[in-house]
């Protein structure tokens, strides 16, 4: 589980609730205040429902459940898997290329699998690069679609919420004759205004840049696996293949990578 998600929801949330019971002294019955049925359905209902007509209904379902990826521990060890790549060129370098297949065996990562295996068939160095910046130009676009749909949805939040608000007041103004209900038809109104904020800021905004990170990671991963991978069909040093992967990373990761590497023989 990734905590900082878990731990940022929360506290966001516990921001707002500690926020209504400071402002009624800490009278929990304060809460019936800020649940309105009516305005929940044109808040959330017509958020989700404008981001439905802008997408399929797969990738609108899509899009909801990749609310899930934030929640989960990325696998975004990057020196590990820089480590892993110059072990890989120690064996090409020591046995040939053709050795690279049954180490592929015992690989976790598809998309690196599938790059030896390219280069164990003899595959042109130019067609390798082209198929692999193919299959990330299409993970890129498919993690976009994702972050687009959460984008889509934060920007809808306030402005249905304003449309409730407005609602609302078209229904205060309708019902003036009694003054004593001015002041809760208001309120209500901008209840909506409050749901839409709460649906941009609190959910949809973080989970979209959450999402961003991860895949600008991720990106970063393949471009380096790329890379890597060309190099040991090159047949390039491992020291050298190892100084170009680390610069990919921060320095204060590259430490990290050394320190994994074990000291292991790049001769």
Known sequence: MDLASIIGLVLCFGMVIFGVLSAANGDFGAFKSYVDVPSMFITFGGAFSAVLATNTIQSF???LK???LVLKQPQDNTPEMINNIINLSNVARKEGLLSLEEAAGDLDDAFLKKGILL????????????IMETELVSMDSRHKQKIGFWEGVASMGPAWGMIGTLVGLVNMLNNMEDAS???????????????????????????????????????????????????????????????????????????????????????
């Open 181 to 267: 209900t001015i002041g809760p038809q208001m309120a209500v109104a901008l209840i909506t205004t409050l749901y839409g904020s709460l649906l941009a800021n609190w959910i949809c905004t973080p989970v979209a840049n959450k999402l961003k990170a991860r895949n600008d990671t991720e990106m970063q991963q393949r471009e380096i696996m790329i890379e890597g991978l060309l190099s040991i069909q090159a047949g390039e040093n491992p020291r050298v293949i190892e100084e170009k992967l680390k610069s990919f990373i921060a320095p204060g990761d590259r430490a990290t990578a050394q320190e994994e590497d074990g000291g292991e023989e790049n001769g």
């Open 119 to 130: 280069i164990v068939d003899g595959t042109d160095p130019d067609l390798v690069r082209a």
């Open 66 to 68: 990749s609310f899930k």
């Open 61 to 63: 379902l899509g899009g």
